[in-house]
């Protein structure tokens, strides 16, 4: 939307069309993410389908060791407020491989200890995408139109925009003092008070 007043700069894995500092590196590269590393806060948006990644190994390699790679550099470098993008229904011990792995994930940056840790759950997310996904697509037209009917505990599956999902990680270090899950009601209520400002 234009709104940059957060961000200033961002290392990513590749470039895009945002008005702010980048810094295209190698996430695996231990040299080129050292130096991107000096910041106040991380926020790890980093996430692949299997299909993409072309195997269950490398799914895992970029969905559960580079974002603990990235925490534990984050603890190293003393940096205090850190948020993830996992997923609703994660859970290390579930027998669907993407909800194990987000689970795995979750529980091994939250043993590093760090300060304040925000782990954000969303389940379907909307908006552009420079990729096409066709489950996302049809997840588009048929689920948000008929979000009204997730009610009570089926809320938290409930689609989201991306973009409040990223509004509500950025104001969950200002709402927040210490560790938390963000799941859908807590997503939107940070994202809401996040564009009312």
Known sequence: NGDHRDLHSFPTRRSSDLKIIQYEIDLFNEEQLEPVMDVDEVYCCLGTTIKKAGSLKNYKRIDYKLPLSIATKAKDKGIKHVCFISSVGANSNSGIFYLKTKGLMENAVSALGIDKLHIARPSFLGGKRKD????????????????????????????????????????????????????????????????ER
């Open 132 to 195: 096409f996904r066709f489950t996302e697509s049809l997840n588009e037209v048929f689920l948000f139109p008929f979000s009204f009917l997730f009610i009570g505990k089926l809320k938290k599956y409930s689609p989201i925009l991306a973009k409040h999902v990223a509004a509500a990680m950025i104001q969950s270090f200002r709402e927040e003092t210490c560790s938390t899950v963000l799941e859908y009601y807590k997503l939107t209520e940070l994202a809401q008070k996040y564009f």
